[in-house]
């Protein structure tokens, strides 16, 4: 069984070994917001890779 943690020195990176990781560019854990520059990257194992843009809505 995989663990996730949340690493406020890596901004709000979130991985478990050989499995499935979430990380974002910009992201305050305070509020949960995303800054312009942030990005949503899902990697699945070694071989996978799919990264998207987010969209910013306007405040």
Known sequence: ???ASLDNSQRG???GKDAVSVSTGAFNNNDGS???G???ALNAGPSLTR???LP???R
């Open 34 to 36: 995303l800054g312009s």
């Open 13 to 15: 990176s979130i991985s």
């Open 1 to 3: 069984m995989s663990s």
């Open 51 to 53: 990264t998207a843009a």
């Open 56 to 58: 910013v809505p306007a």
């Open 38 to 40: 942030g990005r949503l």
